[in-house]
């Protein structure tokens, strides 16, 4: 039994630290400030996706205690717009978001995650699945709500 754990932390420490392996670590580029987030009300941003439909757009939301909406960015920062996400409860505690393929090959769509859960007391987690809408980074922001939520 001693063996395997050993086995496995070797291993573990492999991933982490390739060097262990004689292989040399990557290197990572400076990171580039392209803006400042202006929009107060995105306090506590728990997920970030980038749109797969609309160039130059970031997907975000709250953590916990928002309304069911979540908010279009570009790259600079700047605030596009408020999306409701219609049937979905308000955000009791969403933990990420993520952009990708669904039932319509031809259509991207928005996964969110009702999943967070600290003090394990929900007895049910959700993912909601909406058609991403067309923004544009240039935009002035908007208010809106996404209908067509799936659980």
């Known amino acids: 039994m001693m ?9 573990s420490i492999g991933f982490t630290n390739p060097s262990i ?7 990572f580029a400076n ?9 107060e009300w995105l306090s506590e941003a728990s997920g970030l996706a980038a749109s797969q439909k609309n160039k130059n757009v970031i997907w975000s939301h709250n953590d916990s ?15 596009l717009g408020i ?7 308000d955000a009791r505690d969403w933990e990420d978001i993520a952009v990708g393929p669904g039932p319509d090959e ?5 996964y969110i ?4 859960d600290n003090y394990s007391q929900y007895d049910e987690k959700y993912i909601y699945r909406v058609p991403e809408p067309d923004v544009d980074a240039n935009q002035e922001p908007v208010e ?8």
């Open 65 to 79: 205690g928002d309304d069911n909406v979540i908010y279009a960015l570009n790259l600079r920062g700047e605030h």
């Open 113 to 116: 995650g009702e999943i967070g």
């Open 106 to 110: 031809e259509e991207s769509y928005i």
């Open 144 to 151: 809106t709500t996404l209908t067509g939520v799936e659980t």
């Open 21 to 27: 392996f004689g292989q040399d670590s990557p290197d």
């Open 3 to 11: 063996k395997k754990i050993h086995l496995l932390i070797a291993v």
């Open 83 to 89: 999306y409701t996400i219609e049937g979905a409860a």
């Open 31 to 39: 990171g580039v400030e392209l803006g400042q987030l202006e929009y």
